[in-house]
């Protein structure tokens, strides 16, 4: 009897200190889930206007990309618009134009088939239509204020647009 007395206090006493570890280390994981949570908060997010801001400085130079016919840029631009649509929706869930962001796919859709075709005249009417888009699309979120056009200079000057021979 004395024998499981000692054994009964022996595993006691080592289920004591075991649920005091693990309380220990839960208040610790917690306190860094807590930490990190208020890190995340804190953190940089670009708002819409960054993105939106990046979107057109890539359907300028898909424009001036297009009609020097050089097809690998325009394809790039046009990827680069499609990353950076992707990444607003993903990171601003909770704006409401964001939904209406799907709504461009399909042009740049098509302009990407133009790309593709190497085909000047149909690049120029779906870079038409994917400029009319961005514009139905700034509408329909009450922004019609911002209107887009197709550019009349190129927007930077430290970049060749011409292909290389």
Known sequence: MKTFIIYSCIILTGLSLLTSCN????KRLQSEVDSLKIAIKDSYKPGLGEFMTTIQLHHS???FAGINENWPLANFEIGEIKETLNDAVKYLPERKETKDIPMIFPALD???ASVKNRD???????????TQTCNDCHKAVHFEFNVIKTP???PISNQEFKPKP
């Open 23 to 26: 309380e220990n280390k839960t």
């Open 152 to 154: 009349t200079s190129e």
């Open 110 to 112: 098509s302009l990407e």
């Open 120 to 130: 000047l005249k149909m690049f120029t009417n779906n870079y038409k239509s994917l």
């Open 61 to 63: 130079k898909l424009w």
